[in-house]
């Protein structure tokens, strides 16, 4: 193709691209001011012609010497929004109208549009990037419950699609929530009794009570981030196995701490001896957790078994205070009837959670919702939040006596 200076560079480009405006104004520029748009026309060295348009503005001057033989037909802007309009095929547009006044009446209809639009735009999103899976597609090491059949989660060695699924529907969604939401609460609880200042509650009571609440949140808080991360891998989710059932370890020694150390007050020796005994035995508990063999479906009962062994434990401590001090006066002044009811509660939870039951009597039916499992949450949440009314009840009691000198005095 010929340049500005006559030299051949290609077939593609123009061969002649020289301007000689042609208008009315300036004669230097050859452009009207009221110029607003440019059409060029040239040639190819194929012999064929094109068009092309371009906006103008004020300052799209050259000099004399730049000047090159173009020829374009120059517009105002009042002939502008004709030849825009004639260029648009009305056909392809059928919700614009002619006039413009008429636009406002058909933009009524884009809002809803637009919702239509997104809300099948995240239906399709969230079908493409879910899946839930059937038990018997799952490798072995994601198959816990037999009686659970549709709605697994697949590995996805991925720790950001594990807490994603947090807020979809499959059959760890009721487990994740239910001791989530009671963290939560707990933490709510725990920061709103350390905070109260020394004259309400004394750095004593707060220590005691830190024991009962440390164990709370550690327990619901294995609890839920395991049921969260257990489709990541078979390694992630037995590490974090472990760590749920020590969170049980831990939940049931510090309920026992402010229990023992109230009720047995001005008694150092049981207090100490039954304070080492339940520690003592919540390390058994810990250690045979950490065994990889402890979280296989098969040894179900043997863990129920362990756990409520160990709050049984507690037995012992709660007959001792009934023999010296009367039955009458551990119901009203030891706490014991709350203290057997939370017994209660987490053994019937450990039974249900055993026995698997209400998805064993009906396989399928259970699948996301009011399985044994959510079922055995729901009465450890319980349990705690009875077990800490209780420790209130026996503090303020033993508060209100005074100290152990004071007592023995009298």
């Not at 614009?96 to 239509?116: I, M, N, Q, R, W």
């Not at 327990?219 to 078979?234: N, R």
Request: aromatic letters at 14%; charged letters at 15%.
């Amino acid at each position: 193709m010929s340049t500005g200076n006559g030299g051949a560079t290609g077939d593609s480009r123009p061969s002649q691209f020289t301007r000689d405006a042609v208008g009315t104004g300036d004669s230097g520029s050859g452009l009207s001011p009221e110029t607003s748009s440019l059409a060029v026309n040239y040639e190819t060295d194929c012999g064929g012609e094109s068009i092309s348009s371009f906006p103008m503005s004020d300052d799209l001057e050259e000099p004399v010497a730049c000047r090159r033989k173009v020829s374009f037909p120059l517009h105002t802007p009042g002939e502008l929004g004709p030849l825009l309009r004639s260029d648009i095929d009305g056909s392809k547009l059928p919700e614009l109208e002619d006039d413009l006044p008429g636009v406002e009446t058909s933009l009524l209809h884009v809002p809803s549009k637009c919702a239509e639009q997104a809300e099948e735009f995240v239906k399709k999103v969230w079908a493409a990037g879910w899946n839930v899976a059937h038990h018997h597609t799952l490798p072995d090491w994601l198959k816990d419950n037999d009686f659970l059949l549709r709605g697994h989660r697949v590995p996805t060695n991925s720790f950001l699609a594990c807490f994603k699924s947090i807020f979809r529907i499959h059959t760890e969604t009721g487990n994740i929530w239910t001791h989530l939401l009671g963290m939560i609460a707990f933490l709510g609880i725990a920061a709103y009794f350390l905070t109260r200042p020394s004259i309400e509650i004394q750095w004593q009571e707060k220590a005691v009570f830190s024991a009962f609440f440390i164990g709370a949140i550690l327990c619901l808080g294995f609890s839920w981030v395991f049921h969260t991360v257990y489709c990541h891998s078979e390694k992630v989710g037995r590490f974090f196995n472990k760590l749920d059932y020590c969170g049980i370890a831990l939940l049931t020694i510090g309920s026992f701490v402010p229990w023992l150390y109230y009720s047995f007050y001005c008694r150092l020796e049981p207090k100490v001896t039954y304070l080492a005994l339940i520690f003592f035995l919540g390390t058994i508990c810990i250690v045979v957790s950490m065994w990889d063999k402890f979280a296989q479906p098969q040894y179900r009962p043997l863990r129920a078994g362990v756990f409520v062994a160990l709050g049984l434990s507690g037995v012992v401590p709660a007959m001792h205070y009934v023999i010296t001090d009367g039955f009458w006066h551990a119901i009203n002044y030891a706490a014991l009837g709350w203290l057997v009811l939370m017994a209660v509660l987490y053994i019937v939870g450990a039974v249900i959670y055993a026995v698997r039951i209400p998805e064993r009597i009906f396989p399928g039916k259970f699948d996301i919702w009011f399985q044994s499992h959510q079922i055995f949450h729901v009465f450890v949440l319980a349990a705690a939040f009875v077990h800490y009314h209780g420790i209130s009840e026996i503090a303020n009691y033993r508060l209100t006596l005074g100290d152990c000198i004071a007592r023995e005095i009298q």
